[in-house]
T-cell receptor, first 111, second 112 residues
Framework: EPEVTQTPSHQVTQMGQEVILRCVPI?????FYWYRQILGQKVEFLVS????????KSEIFDDQFSVERPDGSNFTLKIRSTKLEDSAMYFC?????????FGDGTRLSIL | GDSVTQMEGPVTLSEEAFLTINCTYTATGYPSLFWYVQYPGEGLQLLLK?????DKGSNKGFEATYRKETTSFHLEKGSVQVSDSAVYFCALSPYNNNDMRFGAGTRLTVKP
């Protein structure tokens, strides 16, 4: 069965540095998402992306965040200047029809 | 806005016990409802779904029925196994909307 793949599985970054999290959605899917899960807390929606533009974003997704689909297969989440509170598990998801299919996540640790 | 509220747990059961994890939702329109499971150290896996009232989703012995009259989507399993130990998330996708709203998650531990 096709899968959403995310790399790296664990990213450790110094506070203030830029980080890019990468995702390869399922190939025939058209809708792409990023979610975040702070340790022990609920999964929170960050952003959705369709037709090469952001379709919705939450209040968490501020100017420090950006998304891009640079080459028709990858879907990236960039955090420009990381903060300690950005430490979390970040999940990518994609869908054709419902439901969304999730990757295994990237654990981001900010030092 | 649309949201889900689920029993937070943690829930600890003995093997072969009956499981219920409550989930209720608030929504305008007709959302789709889901249960996702997260095993230790892994991502979110779809467990089951229901897209309209009175639909029953089922998978791996788990069931949940979309009940519009009580705005609920409770997860049940008749006989849990140690391998069912995980965190279970109730989720909603609003009608005519794009994102997924998750409950807080319920950690289930099943003891032999």
């Amino acid at each position: 069965e096709p899968e959403v793949t995310q790399t790296p599985s664990h990213q450790v970054t110094q506070m203030g540095q830029e980080v890019i999290l990468r995702c390869v959605p399922i190939s025939n899917h058209l809708y792409f998402y990023w979610y975040r899960q702070i340790l022990g807390q609920k999964v929170e929606f960050l952003v959705s992306f369709y037709n090469n533009e952001i379709s919705e974003k939450s209040e968490i997704f501020d100017d420090q965040f950006s998304v891009e689909r640079p080459d028709g297969s990858n879907f990236t989440l960039k955090i420009r200047s990381t903060k300690l509170e950005d430490s979390a598990m970040y999940f990518c998801a994609s869908r054709g029809d419902q439901p969304q299919h999730f990757g295994d996540g990237t654990r981001l640790s900010i030092l | 806005g649309d949201s889900v509220t689920q029993m937070e747990g943690p829930v600890t059961l003995s093997e072969e016990a009956f499981l219920t994890i409550n989930c209720t939702y608030t929504a305008t329109g007709y959302p789709s409802l889901f249960w996702y499971v997260q095993y230790p150290g892994e991502g979110l896996q779809l467990l089951l779904k229901a897209t309209k009232a009175d639909d029953k989703g089922s998978n791996k012995g788990f069931e949940a029925t979309y009940r519009k009259e009580t705005t609920s989507f409770h997860l049940e399993k008749g006989s849990v196994q140690v391998s069912d130990s995980a965190v279970y998330f109730c989720a909603l996708s609003p009608y005519n909307n794009n994102d997924m709203r998750f409950g807080a998650g319920t950690r289930l531990t099943v003891k032999p």
